[in-house]
Each structure stands twice: as C-alpha cells, then as structure tokens.
C-alpha cells in the first residue's frame, strides 16, 4: 500500500476518472491528475467543515450531499449547477445517493427517495419504505436498495415502487456491490449487513445464493471484484478480506491502518483507498 495523494483532511468522496480524480475533502472539492497524484484545482464549496456529506459523479457532474441539502456541479468546472433543500431536519436528510444518464436518486431518512432529473433538474418525491435507505445501487431500468430493517428492494425506476424484496437480516444492509463480469450466471449483487453477514445474492432470480457469517468480526463494506475475487474491507477492523466468487470462501485477508470509515474504488488490479485517519488516497496493487 502507497500513499498517492495527500490532502489536507480525510477524503470523504471520490470518482475515478480516466484521466483526473475529484475528492470531496471538508468544504472543498479539489481535482487531481490520474497518472501523478498532483493537485490541478480546487474550489470552496461550503463554508463550514462536515463528515456527514456524500459524492457521486458521473458523465460531467458531481453531486454532493449535506445533511439536507443537494448541490450539482459541472464536473469540468466545479461551477455550480443547482442546490435543492431535500428535508429539513434529523428525520428527512439525506442517507446515500445513486445515479445513471437521466437522474439523480437520494434516498431520505424514513423511506423516501427524491429524484431530480439531470437536464431539467425537475424534482419528484416517493414513499418507498417506513425504514430508512443507506445503500443505493443503480440496475438497468430497476433500483436496489438496502434498509435499516435488513429487505432488500428491488424498484422499478419508471414508477419508483417496489417489484420484488427480500429479507437478509434484521439490522441495516449497509453497504451493495453489483457485479456483472460472470459471463452464463448474470449478474450477482454481494451485500454486506450489520450483523457482519455477507450475502451472495442472484439478480436474475432475485434470490440468495450464498450467504457468509462473520465475515468481518465488526461492519465492513463490499469494495468490488477483481478477477474470480471479490474484495471486503472493514474499517473498524482494519482488514481487507479476498473472497473467491465461486467458492464463496475467504483466500485471504490483509491487516491495513484504517479507522471507522472510508471509500473504496476498484480499477483492473488497483484499488483506490480512503478512511478517516488517511490525508488523502492510498492505493494498492492487487497483484503485488
């Protein structure tokens, strides 16, 4: 594990560009060169610090949430694009984002998503559930979303209600990855719950295909897959866990210094690292 980029405070979000890098870092939003790590630009976006924020970017604008309010920015730029007030206090911010070509998903506390479309920036409001939402995943014309009270949903986007869900825990599902590299077997969603179970779940039916006990002795998230491999990482362990696809069995696991929480991004044998006690981006070469 190298260190690759140094900021002035732990990196909150990032995206994973061809050529650039842009991290959410305290009230900032700066952008970095791919290949050398170095700073380009950066720009104030808030005037006051906070850890409770969440970046999404995609197709030329970033998407940054703070407890209740939503802000777009042109990703080339950083020039802002719109701010929409989505709630009002601890019972309606916002708990997870996700996004594809036409719109923007954020997920409120309590059970609603609010959609804003991403030319006309027109906003729509939808009772989903009476638990929260942490865990967003786009999947073709569907959603998928995990709760605090453990179901996972499968929402159709055109109408934003529920087609099929399914129970995985009693506690939060915390954290989703959709894996669509398995050739004849379709896609696989892994999730992981609170109760540090990681479960291997089968799109096409929408049925679980494997589940893990303790995978992690405290939360972890699912980071992504790389070759037949798919990769956890737990924060409050400081572990990084290998996972074959197949087997569905542990190969291996890495002790890392991390703490409490962080990103993760995947890209061929590098993997993109944040956690609070990291200033900046570690990577990590999967194969060395």
Same mark, same amino acid.
Do not use: P, W
């Given at each position: 594990?190298?260190?690759?980029?140094?900021?002035?405070?732990?990196?909150?979000?990032?995206?994973?560009?061809?050529?650039?890098?842009?991290?959410?870092?305290?009230?900032?939003l700066q952008k970095f060169e791919k290949a050398s790590g170095q700073l380009l630009f950066e720009k104030l976006i808030f005037k006051?610090?906070?850890?409770?924020?969440i970046l999404t970017a995609d197709n030329g604008q970033i998407f940054v949430s703070d407890f209740c309010t939503l802000s777009a920015?042109?990703?080339?730029?950083?020039e802002l694009l719109g701010k929409w007030q989505l709630?009002?206090?601890?019972t309606s911010d916002i708990c997870g984002m996700t996004m594809d070509d036409k719109s923007i998903?954020?997920?409120?506390?309590?059970?609603?998503?609010?959609?804003?479309?991403?030319?006309?920036?027109q906003k729509t409001e939808h009772i989903i559930s009476d638990s929260s939402m942490w865990s967003l995943k786009s999947y073709r014309g569907h959603l998928l979303c995990g709760t605090v009270s453990g179901q996972l949903l499968l929402l159709n986007k055109a109408s934003l209600s529920i087609e099929k869900s399914l129970v995985l825990s009693? !506690?939060?599902?915390?954290?989703?990855?959709?894996?669509?590299?398995?050739?004849p077997r379709g896609s696989i969603l892994y999730a992981s719950a609170q109760d540090k179970k990681l479960f291997q779940i089968d799109l096409s039916q929408f049925e679980i295909r494997n589940v893990q006990k303790n995978a992690h002795a405290k939360m972890f998230d699912c980071a992504g897959t790389y070759h037949d491999i798919l990769v956890t990482v737990s924060h409050p362990c400081g572990e990084i866990a290998f996972w074959d696809k197949h087997a569905f069995q542990k190969s291996k696991s890495l002790s890392v210094p991390l703490?409490?929480?962080?990103?993760?991004?995947?890209?061929?044998? !590098?993997?993109?690292?944040?956690?609070?006690n990291i200033y900046g981006i570690d990577l990590i070469d999967l194969e060395s």
């Open positions: 594990m190298k260190h690759f980029i140094t900021t002035e405070s732990a990196v909150l979000g990032f995206c994973v560009g061809d050529h650039q890098i842009d991290c959410l870092c305290a009230n900032k006051k610090n906070g850890l409770a924020r920015f042109d990703q080339h730029t950083y709630g009002e206090d601890l998903y954020c997920s409120i506390r309590n059970g609603k998503i609010i959609t804003i479309d991403r030319t006309s920036f009693r !506690q939060n599902i915390r954290s989703l990855f959709i894996d669509s590299d398995n050739g703490k409490l929480s962080g990103n993760t991004y995947l890209e061929g044998n !590098q993997m993109y690292l944040t956690s609070r």
